[in-house]
Protein backbone atom coordinates (compact mmCIF):
# COMPACT_ATOMS: atom_id res chain seq x y z
CA UNK A 1 0.00 0.00 0.00
CA UNK A 2 1.42 3.63 -1.09
CA UNK A 3 0.70 6.12 1.57
CA UNK A 4 -0.26 9.10 0.27
CA UNK A 5 1.61 12.69 2.05
CA UNK A 6 -1.47 14.09 3.61
CA UNK A 7 0.52 17.57 5.02
CA UNK A 8 1.27 18.77 1.45
CA UNK A 9 -0.05 22.39 1.88
CA UNK A 10 1.74 22.52 4.90
CA UNK A 11 4.83 21.43 3.89
CA UNK A 12 4.86 23.40 0.79
CA UNK A 13 4.55 26.38 2.67
CA UNK A 14 7.29 25.21 5.18
CA UNK A 15 9.98 24.57 1.93
CA UNK A 16 8.62 27.70 0.64
CA UNK A 17 10.41 29.25 3.86
CA UNK A 18 13.03 27.02 4.02
CA UNK A 19 13.93 28.52 0.87
CA UNK A 20 13.58 32.33 1.16
CA UNK A 21 15.52 31.69 4.57
CA UNK A 22 18.20 30.47 2.82
CA UNK A 23 18.46 32.25 -0.13
CA UNK A 24 18.72 35.62 2.91
CA UNK A 25 21.29 33.33 4.27
CA UNK A 26 23.45 33.10 0.95
CA UNK A 27 23.10 37.08 0.86
CA UNK A 28 24.89 37.14 4.20
CA UNK A 29 27.40 34.58 3.26
CA UNK A 30 27.90 36.83 -0.03
CA UNK A 31 28.54 39.74 2.17
CA UNK A 32 30.86 37.71 4.69
CA UNK A 33 33.18 37.28 1.35
CA UNK A 34 32.93 40.94 1.21
CA UNK A 35 34.28 41.32 4.38
CA UNK A 36 36.44 38.29 4.46
CA UNK A 37 38.27 40.33 0.90
CA UNK A 38 38.49 43.33 2.59
CA UNK A 39 40.10 42.51 5.87
CA UNK A 40 37.07 44.14 7.99
CA UNK A 41 37.13 42.10 10.80
CA UNK A 42 34.27 44.17 12.55
CA UNK A 43 32.27 43.40 9.89
CA UNK A 44 32.80 39.78 10.29
CA UNK A 45 32.12 39.59 13.79
CA UNK A 46 28.41 41.47 12.82
CA UNK A 47 28.25 38.94 10.20
CA UNK A 48 28.51 35.68 12.19
CA UNK A 49 26.03 37.08 14.78
CA UNK A 50 23.75 37.43 11.89
CA UNK A 51 24.58 33.65 10.92
CA UNK A 52 23.12 32.81 14.43
CA UNK A 53 19.57 34.18 13.40
CA UNK A 54 19.72 31.90 10.18
CA UNK A 55 20.74 28.92 11.44
CA UNK A 56 18.44 28.90 14.35
CA UNK A 57 15.67 29.62 12.12
CA UNK A 58 16.61 27.27 9.74
CA UNK A 59 16.99 24.63 12.15
CA UNK A 60 13.62 25.29 13.44
CA UNK A 61 11.94 24.89 10.27
CA UNK A 62 14.26 21.74 9.31
CA UNK A 63 12.07 20.22 12.09
CA UNK A 64 8.65 20.90 11.12
CA UNK A 65 9.87 19.73 7.86
CA UNK A 66 10.57 16.36 9.37
CA UNK A 67 7.73 16.22 12.11
CA UNK A 68 5.26 16.84 9.04
CA UNK A 69 7.24 13.70 7.35
CA UNK A 70 6.88 11.64 10.26
CA UNK A 71 3.31 12.46 10.98
CA UNK A 72 2.76 10.48 6.90
CA UNK A 73 5.19 8.09 8.36
CA UNK A 74 7.94 9.12 5.62
CA UNK A 75 10.52 11.02 7.17
CA UNK A 76 12.48 7.78 6.48
CA UNK A 77 12.65 8.61 2.77
CA UNK A 78 14.51 10.67 0.46
CA UNK A 79 12.37 13.98 -0.30
CA UNK A 80 12.39 12.82 -4.16
CA UNK A 81 11.17 9.88 -3.70
CA UNK A 82 8.44 11.76 -1.40
CA UNK A 83 7.39 13.72 -4.21
CA UNK A 84 7.40 10.87 -6.90
CA UNK A 85 5.68 8.09 -5.33
CA UNK A 86 3.94 9.47 -2.07
CA UNK A 87 3.00 13.22 -3.00
CA UNK A 88 -0.95 14.16 -4.30
CA UNK A 89 -0.88 14.38 -7.95
CA UNK A 90 -1.94 17.95 -8.08
CA UNK A 91 0.83 18.72 -5.71
CA UNK A 92 4.00 17.40 -7.57
CA UNK A 93 4.57 19.75 -9.99
CA UNK A 94 4.52 22.75 -6.96
CA UNK A 95 6.93 20.01 -4.83
CA UNK A 96 9.62 19.38 -7.71
CA UNK A 97 9.76 23.54 -8.25
CA UNK A 98 10.05 24.38 -4.46
CA UNK A 99 12.50 21.40 -4.34
CA UNK A 100 14.82 22.18 -7.19
CA UNK A 101 15.03 25.87 -6.37
CA UNK A 102 15.69 24.55 -2.70
CA UNK A 103 18.33 22.14 -3.94
CA UNK A 104 19.93 24.77 -6.03
CA UNK A 105 20.05 27.65 -3.47
CA UNK A 106 21.92 25.14 -0.99
CA UNK A 107 24.21 24.32 -3.74
CA UNK A 108 25.27 28.07 -3.92
CA UNK A 109 25.32 28.44 -0.38
CA UNK A 110 27.24 25.50 0.01
CA UNK A 111 30.28 26.72 -2.37
CA UNK A 112 30.02 30.26 -1.01
CA UNK A 113 30.53 28.84 2.67
CA UNK A 114 33.60 26.71 1.12
CA UNK A 115 34.91 29.98 -0.14
CA UNK A 116 34.49 31.92 3.13
CA UNK A 117 36.43 29.41 4.93
CA UNK A 118 38.96 29.32 2.37
CA UNK A 119 39.41 32.88 3.19
CA UNK A 120 39.36 33.11 6.36
CA UNK A 121 41.97 30.47 6.37
CA UNK A 122 44.06 32.56 4.55
CA UNK A 123 43.67 35.81 6.69
CA UNK A 124 44.31 33.64 9.94
CA UNK A 125 47.30 32.44 8.10
CA UNK A 126 48.75 35.69 7.44
CA UNK A 127 47.75 36.75 10.81
CA UNK A 128 49.76 34.01 12.25
CA UNK A 129 52.98 34.86 10.11
CA UNK A 130 52.65 38.06 11.11
CA UNK A 131 52.57 37.10 14.49
CA UNK A 132 55.22 35.07 14.45
CA UNK A 133 57.27 37.66 12.44
CA UNK A 134 56.45 40.39 15.48
CA UNK A 135 57.55 37.35 18.37
CA UNK A 136 60.21 36.72 16.46
CA UNK A 137 61.70 40.35 16.08
CA UNK A 138 60.91 40.89 20.17
CA UNK A 139 63.19 38.20 20.74
CA UNK A 140 65.52 39.49 18.95
CA UNK A 141 65.14 42.86 20.61
CA UNK A 142 65.56 41.46 23.96
Do not use: W
Not at 38 to 58: N, T, W
Amino acid sequence: MVIILKNTQPLLKVLKAQHELCEGYLQVQKSMTDALVAGDIKRVDSIVKEEQYFLLKIESLEKKRLKLLEQDSLAELDFREVIEKHSPEEYRAQLQSVFEMLAETLGNLKRATMLNQRLLKQRLSVLDSLIGASEGEFVRRA
